[in-house]
């Protein structure tokens, strides 16, 4: 598995993003089968690349859960991370990951919002 690293900070370096076209089919599934990350991935495909923070995500879990579903979603080629100062912001990786599992990502995101 391809695997990318983020080094520019200290906090970073936990950082590891997967590359779409080296994720199983499974785990992409696995990535988009919890409403939670449904939700980030529909707030990301909503704004531009790099402008919403991890802290202002409108979710119904704790900081270390929230935490754990964006480390699914990068692990699963879905979203990159990088830290701007205190914040770490987010980009749907759509291309990439539109290329490695083509129409699964505009499924999930046109489908009705979880209830």
Do not use: Y
Request: some cysteine.
């Amino acid at each position: 598995m391809s695997v990318r690293q983020d080094s520019n900070t200290a906090r970073a370096r936990g950082l590891t993003h997967a590359d779409p076209k080296d994720v199983s089919l499974q785990d992409a599934l696995t990535a988009v089968a919890d409403p939670v990350r449904r939700a980030i991935l529909r707030e990301l495909a909503g704004v531009p690349d790099w402008t919403k923070t991890c802290g202002t995500f409108d979710l119904p879990v704790t900081k270390a859960t929230r935490s754990h579903h964006f480390a699914v979603l990068r692990a699963a080629g879905l979203i990159e991370q990088r830290d701007a100062g205190p914040r770490r912001l987010n980009r749907l990786r759509r291309a990439e990951f539109d290329d490695a599992f083509p129409g699964l990502l505009e499924l999930v995101l046109t489908s009705p919002a979880d209830r």
